[in-house]
């Protein structure tokens, strides 16, 4: 790694919107016909050059993440690259230093950086994946076939075996769901959301937990909790030969350490509200019979509820941004999480002891 102060030294740092207009600009890209195409998500700029992607993490600072710094943005991105090297390994290419003299900016390899005083901020290279592949698509169009899960089986699994388990107390595993759940109550039940159902599903929550307090104790203690992927959903989930997954939460190692049947659950949950319930029995399946085991029902239902809940925060934390993007699309989202849960907790009894 590179060490470099926070700000390069002789020059004043430039703005967002001077990095932005140059990365959408012919001037980043000599050898590229058309202007790339972008997007935005909460946490980065995605710029999409012809067979390539870059990616340039926004300079925020949440709870959950540090993006505020040059330094802990060059961090974050050395890490994005280590662990997706896990589930894509020929995807994450490497970094780009977006460099600044003057007014004038140039995007330089790492393996070419001269002057590393200049780096004002820090890209991913990836190779960019073709959408056509892309399971969330592909269920939208009725492509996906049997064969493609049995495919991503066989990758979760190998990749399940391989990582580090990691060393948890059985109360810390359980302090972990109790402090999101709190998290979730103070969010949902914020009245300007006004949120059907959510006292109900959330109290709902809290019991179910602990009744099965004792059952995830045995989870963590039995070494069940690995560091894995963290955000396993469709949309991060390429069919291709084999699959591979990107965009694993590199920024904050406790949201990635998982119980694999918590996160293949979760990835069985938005397949389903996709469009596709015919996934997660044969995802589920496939890694307990490879995985050699079998949680119960009422452990997996509260997985499940747990990761809808998340799931309902996470759209409605949108809403609490200064400038919240496509507010009118999070209430709805929400709202559907919501009732995944409660229907989750009732599937597994109201004493959370049903087969």
């Not at 309902?312 to 999070?330: C, E, F, G, K, S």
Request: hydrophobic content about 45%.
């Amino acid at each position: 790694m590179v060490q470099q102060p926070d700000r390069p030294t002789n020059q004043p740092a430039p703005s967002i919107d001077a990095k932005l207009r140059f990365l959408l600009s012919g001037a980043a890209y000599p050898d590229l016909e058309h202007p790339p195409s972008w997007v935005e998500t909460h946490m980065s700029w995605v710029f999409f050059v012809g067979n390539r992607v870059l990616k340039l993490k926004k300079p925020v600072r949440y709870p959950f993440l540090d993006f505020s710094t040059l330094r802990s943005r060059e961090f974050n991105c050395r890490e994005e690259v280590r662990l997706n090297s896990r589930l894509a390994p020929d995807v994450y290419l490497g970094l780009l230093a977006l460099q600044a003299t003057g007014g004038d900016f140039a995007l330089v390899p790492e393996e070419r950086l001269s002057a590393p005083e200049r780096t004002v901020d820090w890209l991913v290279l990836m190779r960019r994946l073709p959408q056509q592949r892309n399971l969330l698509g592909a269920i939208a169009e009725a492509r996906v076939e049997a064969r493609d899960i049995d495919a991503l089986v066989a990758v979760l699994v190998a990749f399940y075996r391989q990582v580090p388990k990691v060393e948890l107390t059985a109360q810390e595993y359980l302090d972990r769901f109790q402090r999101e759940a709190a998290v979730n109550r103070e969010v949902l039940l914020r009245p300007q959301f006004d949120l059907s159902d959510a006292t109900q599903a959330l109290d709902r929550f809290d019991a179910a937990l602990l009744e099965q307090a004792a059952t995830l104790g045995e989870r963590a203690s039995g070494g069940q909790v690995v560091d894995g992927h963290g955000d396993l959903r469709p949309e991060h989930v390429y069919l291709l030969e084999p699959p591979a997954v990107i965009d694993c939460l590199e920024f904050n190692a406790p949201l990635r350490q998982v119980d694999p049947f918590d996160e293949i659950g979760f990835l069985a949950l938005e397949c389903e509200l996709a469009g596709a319930p015919w996934i997660g029995p044969r995802l589920l399946s496939g890694c307990a019979a490879a995985l050699g085991e079998q949680p119960g029902r009422p452990l997996m239902q509260l997985y499940r509820a747990h990761r809808a809940l998340l799931r309902a925060r996470l759209a409605m934390a949108h809403l609490l941004d200064p400038v919240p993007r496509t507010p009118h699309i999070w209430p709805a989202r929400a709202q559907r999480y919501i009732e995944c849960a409660l229907l989750a907790l009732n599937d597994a009894g109201p004493t959370g002891q049903n087969a």
